[in-house]
């Protein structure tokens, strides 16, 4: 008699796009609760931006800021200033950042906005010290969330902009409106391919695909409409 335990649904291989994305978002949750000096995290951060479509310069150093990605899209260009914050507890407190410091960075790098990123942040004035000036609060799964979608189907960087408008933490409504949209791609996508080799593979024939004889090719997978 066979185990039935066995039969379970295999999990297909991801893909180079999603190894890659994962590969990023395990290393910057790691790097992010190093400490020390915060140089891997920088690092890898830089990495995951550029994974992203920027155009990212790691600076670093005393007195410098650490990153700034370019997002290069001719008049609509932008720049994000990104502070990372790689703490052992886990947690980025007010005392952590100086937003006189961001301030003049951001002047220094001529960027449209600024980003503290990390693991998780404290209470205290943290969270109203960044909304009043317009400094965002990136969290370390936001950002995983967000290169995991990417992965899937690309994300414009036009929309990323929506994620370092404003200040204090990530607007929920914000985040969830970005993956959703490239769910709505991915899913697109792959509707394209299913179609295109259903085609190929029926060509031959002498019937038409229409949208009906498609739908039921495709076993019910995707609405006519959709189609």
Not at 1 to 21: C, E, H, I, R, V
């Amino acid at each position: 008699s066979g185990d039935k335990g066995n039969d379970q649904p295999l999990t297909p291989a991801p893909s180079p796009q999603q190894a890659k994305a994962i590969a990023l978002a395990d290393a910057i949750q790691k790097a992010s609760l190093a400490g020390g000096d915060g140089t891997e995290l920088e690092s890898i951060t830089a990495k995951a931006f550029e994974f992203l479509g920027f155009s990212v310069q790691l600076i670093s150093g005393s007195g410098n800021p650490d990153i700034v990605a370019a997002a290069l899209m001719g008049e609509d260009t932008y720049r994000v200033l990104v502070e990372t914050k790689s703490r052992s507890s886990g947690v980025i407190n007010q005392n952590d950042v100086n937003f006189n410091a961001l301030t003049e960075h951001k002047a220094k790098a001529s960027a449209d906005y600024v980003v503290v990123f990390g693991a998780d942040f404290g209470g205290g004035n943290l969270e109203k010290w960044a909304s009043e000036q317009g400094i965002r609060l990136l969290r370390v799964e936001e950002l995983r969330q967000v290169l995991l979608a990417h992965a899937d189907a690309a994300i414009p960087l036009d929309q990323l902009r929506e994620l370092f408008i404003g200040g204090g933490s990530t607007d929920e409504g914000t985040l969830s409106a970005l993956l959703a949209d490239s769910e709505s791609a991915s899913q697109l996508m792959l509707l394209c391919r299913q179609v295109y080799d259903a085609i190929l593979e029926h060509q031959d024939e002498e019937a038409t695909l229409s949208g009906d004889a498609l739908y039921y090719v495709l076993g019910g997978a995707h609405s006519i409409q959709a189609i």
